[in-house]
C-alpha cells in the first residue's frame, strides 16, 4: 500500500520563507502533487513534480527526488492569505494510474 | 463556467436513510472522483470513474455506489446512512489525474 508523511502543523511569520516536507511510500511511483485548502474550503491544486528537480510556479516552488522519497513545497514571501493546509499526494500504479492518495495535511499558520 | 458544482451542500440523516449526492461538471473533463474528509485524516477516495458508464473502487468505498450515466454528472449513493458515515464529501474532475478541480463540498451529518 502506499503512506504519506507530512507534518500536522507549521508556523511561520508574515515575508519569510517555509518549507513542507512530504515523504512518501509506494510502488510504481509516477509523481507527487501538492493542493491547498483554505478553511471551509475545497482543496485547489498548486503543482506537480514527475521528475527530480524544482517546479516554480510564481512564489511557491515543489521539489522532488526519486531516489529518496522525499519531496517538498517552498513558499516564498508568506502572506496571512498563505494561511491553510497542505496537502501532498502521490500518483501511482496500483490498480490503475487515475487516482491520487492523499496525505494528511499540514496546517500553516502564518503570523504577523 | 461553473466548473464543479455539488448538491446538496448540507445534509442531516437518520441512521438508515438513503440519499444521492450530484455532482456535476461542465469542463469536459474524462476523470472524476468522490472523496471523503474527516478531521486529521487528509482527503480519501471512495469510488472514481475514468470515462461515461465506468466505475471503480477506491480506498473506502463499503457503503457507498456511484453511477456515471452521463459524463458531467457523477452520483454518489448512501443506501442505509451510518454515524460512520458523517463527513465532508468532496467531488473532483480532471483530464489529469494529478490535477483535480474539487467541488465545494457537501457536509453530512447521520444522527
Known amino acids: 500500500g502506499q503512506s504519506l508523511e507530512q507534518p500536522s502543523e507549521v508556523t511561520a511569520v508574515e515575508g519569510a520563507i517555509v518549507q513542507i516536507n512530504c515523504t512518501y511510500q509506494?510502488?510504481?511511483?509516477?509523481?507527487l502533487s501538492w493542493y491547498q485548502q483554505h478553511d471551509g474550503g475545497a482543496p485547489t491544486f498548486l503543482s506537480y513534480?514527475?521528475?527530480?528537480g524544482l517546479e516554480e510556479t510564481g512564489r511557491f516552488s515543489s521539489f522532488l527526488s526519486r531516489s529518496d522519497s522525499y519531496g517538498y513545497l517552498l513558499l516564498q514571501e508568506l502572506q496571512m492569505k498563505d494561511s491553510a493546509s497542505y496537502f501532498c499526494a502521490v500518483r501511482d500504479n496500483t490498480g490503475t494510474a487515475s487516482k491520487l492518495t492523499f496525505g494528511t495535511g499540514t496546517r500553516l499558520q502564518v503570523t504577523l | 463556467n461553473a466548473g464543479v458544482t455539488q448538491t446538496p451542500k448540507f445534509r442531516v440523516l437518520k441512521t438508515g436513510q438513503s440519499m444521492t449526492l450530484l455532482c456535476a461538471q461542465d469542463m469536459n473533463h474524462e476523470y472524476m472522483y468522490w472523496y471523503r474528509q474527516d478531521p486529521g485524516m487528509g482527503l480519501r477516495l471512495i469510488h472514481y470513474?475514468?470515462?461515461?458508464?465506468?466505475?471503480a473502487k477506491g480506498e473506502v468505498p463499503d457503503g457507498y455506489n456511484v453511477s456515471r450515466l452521463k459524463k458531467q454528472n457523477f452520483l454518489l449513493g448512501l443506501e442505509s446512512a451510518a454515524p460512520s458515515q458523517t463527513s465532508v464529501y468532496f467531488c473532483?474532475?480532471?483530464?489529469?489525474?494529478?490535477?483535480?478541480?474539487f467541488g465545494p463540498g457537501t457536509r453530512l451529518t447521520v444522527t
Open positions: 509506494t510502488s510504481g511511483f509516477y509523481g
Open positions: 473532483a474532475s480532471g483530464d489529469r489525474e494529478y490535477e483535480q478541480y
Open positions: 470513474s475514468v470515462g461515461e458508464g465506468t466505475t
Open positions: 513534480n514527475a521528475l527530480d
